[in-house]
């Protein structure tokens, strides 16, 4: 059972995690180390699972990180797919087709939440779709940073890029029945 707790180690980390973007964006645009900036955010990507992990392993799940840990991970890649876009890293097309898709699911998320609707845990393949994300745009930009291989780790960066651009919007048709019902339910536990 999600406790009211704010100051848990799962939350810290998730904190710690958020702290990284501005070195991310310094790394990437005043240091202009497109290597360093790509090496970072694939580390923030390998760690999403850490926190969600100490919470279940130590028993520090919380109302506030069920909330906070889905929106860091909103946040930083939303910033970090926006940075990449600026940075002409990755090309526009996939960078608007990635951030629609989440602006889209994210906002309808939000809005109906605000009218009631009851949380609900996302998929297998919107977790799988998220891992491949937050591995394609490291990738990507590493293979821009032209050191040696940097065609191969392009490559492997679009061979997990466009599957999980698919998926990624697979799923979000996918929870559309799903924020109503969920919708639904939460009026009729408002009203029960």
């Known amino acids: 059972m999600p406790s009211r707790q704010i100051l848990t180690v799962p939350n810290l980390i998730t904190l710690l995690r958020l702290c990284c973007l501005p070195i991310f964006l310094w790394l990437l645009f005043s ?3 497109r290597g360093a900036a790509a090496w970072l955010l694939g580390g923030l990507g390998a760690t999403d699972w850490v926190d969600g992990w100490v919470a279940r392993r130590f028993n520090q799940q919380s109302n506030f990180g069920a909330i906070f840990d889905p929106s860091v991970d909103r946040c930083l890649f939303i910033v ?4 990449v876009m600026i940075d002409n890293s990755i090309p526009v097309w996939f960078c608007v ?3 629609v898709r989440e602006i889209i699911v994210s906002g309808a998320m939000s809005i109906a939440t605000l009218f009631g609707m009851q ?5 297998i ?4 779709y998220t891992f491949l ?4 745009v490291p990738l990507i930009l590493l293979g821009k940073a032209d050191g040696a291989g940097s065609q191969w780790v392009t490559t492997a960066g679009w061979i997990c890029g466009i599957p999980a651009l698919v998926m990624s919007y697979t799923t979000a048709f996918a929870y559309a029945p799903q924020i109503r019902k969920q919708l639904h339910a939460g009026r009729a536990l408002r009203r029960g």
């Open 133 to 136: 994300l937050m591995f394609a």
């Open 125 to 128: 393949w919107g977790k799988r």
């Open 97 to 99: 087709a990635v951030l």
């Open 119 to 123: 949380r609900f845990a996302v998929n």
């Open 31 to 33: 240091v202009e180390d």
């Open 80 to 83: 970090s797919v926006f940075a």
